[in-house]
């Protein structure tokens, strides 16, 4: 079993983010990570999206709705439901939220979440029409409502999430969890560039996971999370692909590449993304 913990499926409202829409932009980061587009993004086709995904052997993709700016491009959350719905032991749906409105994001989360079918709730602040920090307190009550319900909490921190780099810093979501002890919150993008901050963060506040995804691959830095993923966070990071940018059957050969311990790969291949989102799945 495989659960790719980021993936922007072929179909629906994915096809008019600027990942899809800009061919040139998906080859230029793709290359930059010593990769190639799959062919399923170059073509926008989801039938051929599922085949790549069964034939790099992952089992199941966590898709998550956007809410941003207009580059970016938005992903309504019933587009989520509808995915899950038609492929239901395939994708794992997480509610894309806007924050700069609390109660109606909180409103959001009860219909799809707690009375719908989607998993957790997810946030990137950065990329707003007007960017916000995570640890703004206008998004407090969100996280408060998720902690009652005990509802997973999704963080985009790091790489291009934000206006400038600041946006990435660790130490904003550092206070977040600090906060909000009971709320499980996992940073996607896995709070690149500053692994080894963002490390150091996950030791201390056993609230938060990490999702490198992309930054898993041939960049600096990856020492440090495949370190901690060794020993002290065998338990709390998770694998994905940022599908589209890497395929999934080129995903799973690299990190299969790196010195990450046998007994230490099924946690970080699946064991760890169905921790955090209390998931009920058999191996």
């Not at 509610?95 to 957790?120: H, Q």
């Not at 919150?185 to 500053?194: E, K, S, V």
């Not at 990071?237 to 230490?264: D, M, S, W």
């Amino acid at each position: 079993m495989i659960i790719d913990f980021r993936v922007r499926p072929a179909t629906r409202g994915f096809l008019n983010m600027h990942i899809f829409r800009n061919q040139d932009r998906i080859a230029r980061w793709s290359g930059n990570l010593g990769m190639t587009p799959p062919p399923s993004a170059k073509q926008g086709n989801m039938e051929l999206m599922l085949k790549e995904m069964e034939e790099g052997g992952v089992t199941h993709g966590v898709v998550t709705g956007r809410q941003a700016n207009a580059f970016m491009g938005n992903v309504p959350n019933d587009d989520i439901v509808e995915i899950v719905n038609e492929w239901p032991d395939k994708f794992i749906g997480v509610a894309g939220i806007d924050p700069s409105n609390p109660g109606k994001a909180i409103d959001e989360i009860e219909r799809v979440v707690v009375n719908g079918p989607l998993t957790a709730a997810g946030i990137e602040p950065g990329v707003l029409p007007n960017p916000m920090y995570c640890d703004d307190r206008r998004i407090y009550p969100i996280y408060e409502y998720c902690q009652r319900h005990d509802i997973p909490m999704l963080v985009m921190g790091g790489g291009g999430n934000g206006p400038d780099l600041s946006h990435s810093n660790p130490e904003h979501i550092d206070r977040v969890c600090g906060d909000f002890p009971n709320l499980t919150i996992i940073n996607t993008h896995g709070g690149y560039p500053w692994s080894e901050q963002i490390c150091f963060v996950a030791f201390k506040r056993p609230n938060l996971y990490l999702c490198p995804d992309m930054y898993m691959y041939n960049v600096p830095g990856v020492a440090n999370y495949v370190m901690a993923l060794n020993t002290f966070l065998k338990e709390r990071i998770l694998f994905g692909t940022a599908y589209p940018f890497i395929g999934f059957k080129e995903g799973v050969e690299g990190v299969q590449a790196l010195p990450i311990k046998p007994e230490v790969m099924p946690n970080f291949l699946y064991k760890n993304a169905a921790r955090a989102l209390k998931l009920d799945i058999g191996e």
